[in-house]
């Protein structure tokens, strides 16, 4: 799909998925009709139950795309946000860790917010959960929940 959709700079593909679109209404229509077109020319087909067309706003792969960009998908994010500010092992903030390291790219310090939390999950380090780390944990909270992310337009257009 990656390679049926190379030509058409308004249009990306992951895996048997695919989304285009642009920034005005032209583009709107013209973009995904030459998608479209470019699929059924190389022999694909489309399931229109799965199109959803003149979309404002998508969610895809755990991303909200509109017109601004890229930001993570509210819902995941709720997620990251309700969990309980106090772990009581590595394995629980290792889960966490893994939970916010797909954020990362929205985050410009990502590193540096994570290196505390990091440290408690090296395996000479005995676990524990002093009140500087629960700051750390709170601010990567509040980070994903702001308007400080870094927001990523995700087509040439």
């Not at 308004?10 to 013209?30: C, H, T, V």
């Not at 990362?104 to 310090?109: A, I």
């Not at 780390?133 to 995700?154: G, H, P, W």
Request: hydrophobic share 35%.
């Amino acid at each position: 799909m990656d390679t049926t959709l190379a030509e058409i700079s308004a249009a990306l593909a992951y895996l048997d998925s695919a989304i285009s679109g642009g920034r005005a209404e032209e583009e709107n229509q013209l973009n995904p009709e030459a998608a479209l077109k470019r699929i059924k020319k190389c022999g694909f087909y489309v399931s229109l139950e799965k199109c959803n067309l003149c979309q404002s706003q998508i969610r895809c792969l755990e991303s909200t795309l509109n017109k601004d960009g890229r930001k993570p998908d509210s819902e995941k994010v709720k997620v990251i946000v309700d969990v309980a500010h106090k772990f009581t092992n590595a394995s629980q903030l290792r889960s966490f860790s893994g939970m916010i390291s797909y954020y990362g790219k929205y985050l410009r310090n990502m590193h540096t917010l994570r290196e505390p939390l990091n440290r408690l999950l090296l395996k000479e380090v005995e676990f524990y959960w002093p009140e500087q780390y629960k700051r750390t944990f709170e601010i990567v909270k509040k980070i994903l929940q702001s308007d400080l992310l870094i927001s990523a337009n995700c087509f040439a257009f």
